[in-house]
């Protein structure tokens, strides 16, 4: 199986049809399982804005960049129904209240 690298980015396409998607891509430019298959199955079903649909897959790429700076591997946490701690997710809190301002580097916007 492929390993996602990061840092995990957001990046929006549109479909033949229009409909405008957001999807999640690691460091090399490739899309992200999980949080994609989340979107599509999800996010899409739902039809919210642009802009709802791209702000969870923001916040699940901050979670993986956050996680990667930690060492945690949330993949094997989840398969161990092993959480994060109190301390884990105060940090979390933290990281995610900070503002972020997406870098223009190509076509993406990495977080």
Known sequence: ???EIAPFSVKRGRFPSGERFPRALDGAGIVAFDPTIYAIHVLRS????AGTMDAH??????LMN?????G?????RFET?????PSEIIDLRDTLRKRVKPKKIGRGNPL
Not at 57 to 62: G, W, Y
Not at 66 to 70: K, Q
Not at 72 to 76: E, H, P, S, V
């Open 81 to 85: 129904l092993e959480l994060i701690s």
């Open 66 to 70: 956050w996680a990667f700076e930690r």
């Open 1 to 3: 199986m492929y390993q």
């Open 57 to 62: 897959p923001r916040a699940i790429a901050v």
């Open 46 to 49: 739902r039809e919210g804005s």
């Open 72 to 76: 945690i591997d949330l993949r094997a």
